[in-house]
């Protein structure tokens, strides 16, 4: 056995409102937060180490510059992806440019804070 990857840190200027907006995307819970301010969330019912990774929001203050070299990519479970990206972007995505053609056949875009991630257009089985 090989390693897992058991979370994922996101560095935010607001932890609070990306731990909602990826709560909302994910259907995942707040299980805890730290004294310097950061919020893990993850899976109900499972928390850190379940199958799916949890999401650490780490406050930061430091900016961000450029393109992000890693990004999130999630995929519908239960809707289509069309149904599934008029979701993302009533949660607060929007729309992001990274220099795709348009024939792609995922969106790319940003979270609230401008986090780059991917809607590919496979659905998944729910776990």
């Not at 990857?5 to 994910?26: G, K, M, N, Q």
């Not at 607060?92 to 590919?120: H, I, K, M």
């Amino acid at each position: 056995m090989a390693c897992r990857i058991s979370e994922l840190v996101i560095d935010c200027t607001d932890p609070d409102r990306l731990a909602a907006f990826w709560s909302d995307v994910l259907g995942y819970v707040e299980l805890g937060r730290d004294d310097d301010g950061s919020i893990e969330i993850g899976p109900p019912d499972v928390g850190f180490g379940g199958l799916q990774p949890t999401l650490v929001l780490s406050p930061s203050s430091d900016p961000r510059t450029g393109k992000l070299p890693l990004h999130i990519d999630v995929n519908a479970t239960d809707r289509d992806q069309d149904a599934e990206l008029e979701r993302l972007l009533a949660l607060g995505a929007r729309p992001a440019d990274v220099g795709q053609t348009g024939t792609e056949s995922w969106y790319v875009l940003a979270d609230p804070e401008g986090n780059e991630f991917c809607l590919l257009r496979t659905r998944l089985q729910p776990l």
